[in-house]
């Protein structure tokens, strides 16, 4: 996923990462909606603080704080994780956590801050890479280059 590198080695995240936001080519994959990413300086007159984004994709660490403070501060970590959740879906259709349907955010979030993860399994380098982003931990996940050239070697 080249163009989350870019955008990481420019310290910039997107803090939006899900399907709807991939545009997948045959020779390149474009990430758009930069709505909520941040990374440079905003005027203090149109910034805001950064509530989560579609909890589907949320990083652990990002659900957590949202729960207890009403906002959070997104990292390139939670990026990677919420890209390894959006292909997880997109690939098989089913969600990496474990919650009703028809679960209201607060309990979605419950979810993916501490819940059991679902068991899906993807056989390969894509299903130990998706594992690998989608680490509890942040410090545990790869960096988008690292996707990117491990994406390049699976597709």
Same mark, same amino acid.
């Given at each position: 996923? @080249?163009?989350? $590198?870019?955008?990481?080695?420019?310290?910039?995240? !997107?803090?939006?990462?899900?399907?709807?936001?991939?545009?997948? %080519?045959?020779?390149?994959?474009?990430?758009?909606?930069?709505?909520?990413?941040? &990374? %440079?300086?905003?005027?203090?007159?149109?910034?805001?603080?950064?509530? &989560?984004?579609?909890?589907?994709?949320? @990083?652990?660490?990002? #659900?957590?704080?949202?729960?207890?403070? /009403?906002?959070?501060?997104?990292?390139?970590?939670?990026?990677?994780? $919420?890209? /390894? #959740?959006?292909?997880?879906?997109?690939?098989? &259709?089913?969600? !990496?956590?474990?919650?009703?349907?028809? $679960?209201?955010? *607060?309990?979605?979030?419950?979810?993916? $801050?501490? /819940?059991?993860?679902?068991?899906?399994?993807?056989? &390969?380098?894509? /299903?130990?890479? +998706?594992?690998?982003?989608?680490?509890? +931990?942040?410090?545990?996940?790869?960096? #988008?280059?690292?996707?990117? *050239?491990?994406? #390049?070697?699976? +597709?």
């Amino acid at each position: 996923m @080249a163009a989350l $590198a870019a955008l990481h080695r420019k310290r910039w995240v !997107h803090c939006d990462i899900q399907p709807a936001h991939l545009i997948m %080519g045959s020779e390149r994959t474009f990430l758009i909606d930069l709505a909520l990413a941040q &990374g %440079g300086p905003v005027p203090d007159a149109v910034d805001f603080a950064y509530r &989560g984004c579609l909890v589907h994709y949320e @990083a652990p660490e990002i #659900a957590r704080s949202v729960l207890q403070t /009403g906002f959070a501060i997104p990292t390139r970590e939670s990026d990677i994780y $919420a890209l /390894g #959740a959006s292909l997880m879906i997109s690939a098989t &259709g089913k969600r !990496h956590v474990q919650y009703p349907d028809d $679960a209201d955010r *607060r309990d979605q979030r419950r979810a993916i $801050a501490d /819940g059991p993860r679902q068991r899906v399994e993807i056989p &390969g380098l894509l /299903g130990s890479l +998706l594992t690998a982003m989608m680490a509890r +931990l942040p410090r545990d996940r790869p960096t #988008a280059d690292d996707v990117s *050239r491990e994406l #390049a070697r699976v +597709l």
